[in-house]
């Protein structure tokens, strides 16, 4: 799936530096560089804090909502519906490898021409 989305094979092998760079392909853009941010900040306390049980629930759970949207943006760049994020979500060993060695491929969904208008 890295391979798919332009970028080599190994950054999957290494646990927060592969979870950085697919948050920063598929959310992308300067606007989202504080989503970046929050992501890695919660995801490297809730390792480091797992020690307290009242932090750590808070933490897991923010995490669990940041993995949810940056599924559901890993979905769109694939052309998928929001329904198939659901299915990363729950039955992630199916559909992360019909994402990787299926037939889908990233769509660029800056290109819409729906989208290119002028404002009067």
């Given at each position: 799936m890295?391979?798919?989305?332009g970028m080599p094979g190994w950054?999957?092998?290494?646990?927060?530096f592969s979870d950085y760079k697919l948050c920063e392909?598929?959310?992308?853009?300067e606007e989202n560089k504080t989503f970046l941010m929050?992501?890695?900040?919660?995801?490297?306390?809730?390792?480091?804090?797992?020690?307290?049980?009242a932090v750590n629930w808070i933490l897991i759970i923010a995490q669990f909502v940041m993995n949810i949207i940056v599924l559901n943006d890993l979905a769109h760049t694939f052309g998928?519906?929001?329904?198939?994020?659901?299915?990363?979500?729950?039955?992630?060993?199916?559909?992360?490898?019909?994402?990787?060695?299926?037939?889908?491929?990233?769509?660029d969904l800056e290109d819409d021409s729906d989208t290119d208008y002028e404002v009067l």
């Open positions: 890295y391979a798919k989305l950054y999957s092998l290494i646990p927060v392909r598929v959310r992308g853009g929050a992501y890695l900040i919660v995801l490297i306390c809730s390792w480091v804090l797992c020690w307290a049980p998928k519906e929001s329904a198939y994020t659901i299915g990363l979500v729950l039955l992630g060993i199916v559909f992360w490898p019909m994402l990787g060695f299926g037939e889908s491929e990233p769509v």
